[in-house]
Each structure stands twice: as C-alpha cells, then as structure tokens.
C-alpha cells in the first residue's frame, strides 16, 4: 500500500511540475506587456525598462522559466504580488479558509440530500418517484451557476430583503452563497447514486440474499448500499476538486475573499505571479484530493485491499 502512495505522490509531483510549465509559458507567451498595462500609455522607456528588471520579465524565456520552477519547487516561493506587493503564498493562505469553508460545506449539503433521493429513484424505479426527481436533476443540471447566483440576489435579496447581497460578516450571509453552489453538486451525485444502486440490485450476491429472505432493508443498509459507495465517492472526490477549483464566479459575485476571487483579480491586472500561484494551488489541491479519493476508495473495498495484502504477502514469500 505504501508503494502505491508514494508511486501516486511521484505522479502528483510531475503533474504540478507540468502544470507549472504550461502557465508559465502561457503567460509569457501572451500578447502584451505587463510592465505597459500597469504604467500605462504615458510611461516612458525608462520607467518601462526599470519596472520590468523589478518584475523579472526582462529576461529570456528559459532563464524566467528556470528561476520561476527553482522558487516554486524548492525555495517555495509563489513570488510577490505586483499589484498589492504581497507574498502570493501568503495571500493564499489568508484566502484559503473562506474557500474551503464555502465549498466544504456545499459539498456535505449537496450530498447529504442527494444521497437519499438517488436511493430513492433506485429503489422505484421506472415510477413516478424516478421519473420526477430524474426530470428534477435535470433541470439542476442545465441551470447555469452564475445565472442561479444573479437569480438568488434578485428574489433573496432585493425583492424579499431575506439576505444581504454580497458580503459574509455574519454566519447567515452565507447561505445564498452555498446555495448556489450546492445545486450543481446535488443533481450529479443524486444521478450517479441511481446508477450505481440499480447496478448493484442487479448483482447475483443481492439476488441470493433476496432467496434467503433477507428483508429489503437490511439488504440495502448491508449489500446494496456499501457496494454501491465506491462510485459514488469517486464522484465526491472529483466534485470537491472541480467546486473548489471553479468557485471563483461564487466568489466573485457575492464578494468572497477567496482563492477563486484572488485568481480572477490576478487576470483582471495581469498580476502573473498571482495567476501562477493560484493555478498551482488548485493543481496541487485536486491531486491530493484524488489521491485521498483514491486512497478511500481503497480502504472501502475489500477486493483491493485483498489484492495489496497479495502482492505484500507474495513478495515476503
């Protein structure tokens, strides 16, 4: 098992490495001059010349390329803002709990109600029942974030005065915020539950215990359920990744000083050292949250568990 760890670890180090590269060279590729965008048009040659030595870019592709990888990797450092002159780790770790917070807590609504309602449709399928929360999740899922996000402020906010339309100094003004970014999440694990059910219904070790006459409920609670959990947190782990790496819009309409809204303020100056620290984050973020996936995913099922115990003992022997 700790062979497997430390073989995914080695994966994830060359995937960020990777990921470091192709924003580094995107953004040194791209039209314009940073150094320009900042001044403005009046600046002279003079004024461009020095603020481009303080910003590092006046020299060439390989050697920014080289002494960005050497401080992200081993003196890790993310570089200093050039707009607000501040350590870009250090902003990310003051930003991180908001992000975390916000998409941690969306994620454990999101789940716990679509849970129940994919067991639901499973356990009646081809009902009233499935066919209502299918045509349900569907809607969820054809409606866009940003849109549901515009949509809450108008009704929560400006017409019924329920909740302030930007801002989190008190613990409810952030549920316009979850909620919005919880509905997404519902429709796709409340789907992906559905079918794992109906897929282990079907299986022959359910069928037997159905011939025994075992009751209903404790083959879902002891057979159906357990079994059908390995896809579905698969789909949780790749979830929290997705929601936290695509938060920003969240973020930014409701004026959340998350990462999200740190990377979009970084695109919006052309603040490089900011886009390249957060797209590193979030690489880094979704990797060790596949590898933790991965990881339970493997504690869960006995079959791989089994097959890791084989290969130690067959190795001892």
Same mark, same amino acid.
């Given at each position: 098992?700790?062979?497997?760890?430390?073989?995914?670890? @080695?994966?994830?180090?060359?995937?960020?490495?990777? *990921?470091? =590269?192709?924003?580094?060279?995107?953004?040194?590729?791209?039209?314009? /001059?940073?150094?320009?965008?900042?001044?403005?048009?009046? #600046?002279?040659? #003079?004024?461009?010349?020095?603020?481009?030595?303080?910003?590092?870019?006046?020299?060439?592709?390989?050697?920014?390329?080289?002494?960005?990888?050497? +401080?992200?990797?081993?003196?890790?450092?993310?570089?200093?803002?050039?707009?607000? +002159? *501040? !350590?870009?780790?250090?902003?990310?770790?003051?930003?991180?709990?908001?992000?975390? %917070?916000? +998409?941690?807590? !969306?994620?454990?609504?999101?789940? !716990?109600? @679509?849970?129940?309602? $994919?067991?639901?449709? #499973?356990?009646?399928?081809?009902?009233?029942? /499935?066919?209502?929360?299918?045509? =349900?999740?569907?809607?969820?899922?054809?409606?866009?974030? %940003?849109?549901? @996000?515009?949509?809450?402020?108008?009704?929560?906010?400006?017409?019924?005065?329920?909740?302030? @339309?930007?801002?989190?100094?008190?613990?409810?003004?952030?549920?316009?915020?979850?909620?919005?970014?919880?509905?997404?999440?519902? #429709?796709?694990?409340?789907?992906?539950?559905?079918s794992a059910v109906l897929e282990t219904i079907r299986a022959d070790f359910v069928t037997t215990a159905r011939a025994k006459g075992v009751s209903e409920k404790r083959i879902m609670q002891k057979h159906v359920f357990p079994n059908a959990l390995m896809p579905i947190i698969?789909?949780?782990?790749? $979830?929290?990744?997705?929601?936290?790496?695509?938060?920003?819009?969240?973020?930014?309409? %409701?004026?959340?000083?998350? *990462?999200?809204?740190?990377?979009? /303020?970084?695109?919006?100056y052309r603040d490089y050292p900011i886009i390249r620290g957060c797209v590193l984050f979030f690489a880094i973020f979704a990797a060790v949250v596949m590898l933790l996936t991965d990881l339970v995913y493997a504690w869960v099922d006995p079959r791989i568990k089994a097959q890791?115990? $084989?290969? !130690?003992?067959?190795?001892?022997?």
């Amino acid at each position: 098992m700790w062979r497997y760890v430390l073989k995914r670890l @080695a994966w994830m180090v060359v995937t960020t490495i990777g *990921v470091a =590269f192709i924003i580094f060279t995107i953004l040194y590729f791209t039209p314009g /001059d940073p150094a320009e965008y900042m001044l403005g048009s009046t #600046a002279t040659d #003079a004024e461009l010349t020095n603020l481009r030595i303080k910003m590092g870019i006046d020299q060439p592709y390989l050697q920014q390329l080289g002494t960005f990888l050497v +401080n992200s990797f081993i003196r890790f450092d993310w570089g200093t803002s050039w707009v607000y +002159n *501040v !350590s870009v780790m250090k902003e990310l770790g003051n930003r991180l709990p908001y992000t975390v %917070f916000l +998409n941690l807590i !969306s994620i454990v609504l999101s789940t !716990s109600l @679509a849970i129940p309602l $994919g067991i639901t449709c #499973a356990k009646h399928q081809g009902k009233w029942q /499935d066919y209502g929360i299918i045509a =349900f999740c569907m809607v969820l899922c054809s409606v866009p974030g %940003f849109w549901l @996000a515009l949509e809450c402020v108008l009704l929560f906010s400006l017409k019924l005065g329920w909740f302030p @339309a930007y801002g989190i100094s008190k613990a409810w003004w952030w549920v316009l915020p979850i909620l919005t970014s919880m509905i997404g999440g519902i #429709a796709g694990t409340a789907r992906q539950t559905r079918s794992a059910v109906l897929e282990t219904i079907r299986a022959d070790f359910v069928t037997t215990a159905r011939a025994k006459g075992v009751s209903e409920k404790r083959i879902m609670q002891k057979h159906v359920f357990p079994n059908a959990l390995m896809p579905i947190i698969t789909m949780l782990g790749s $979830g929290l990744a997705n929601v936290v790496c695509g938060s920003a819009i969240t973020e930014q309409l %409701f004026s959340i000083p998350g *990462v999200g809204r740190y990377l979009l /303020d970084g695109i919006t100056y052309r603040d490089y050292p900011i886009i390249r620290g957060c797209v590193l984050f979030f690489a880094i973020f979704a990797a060790v949250v596949m590898l933790l996936t991965d990881l339970v995913y493997a504690w869960v099922d006995p079959r791989i568990k089994a097959q890791y115990s $084989g290969k !130690s003992m067959g190795k001892r022997g």
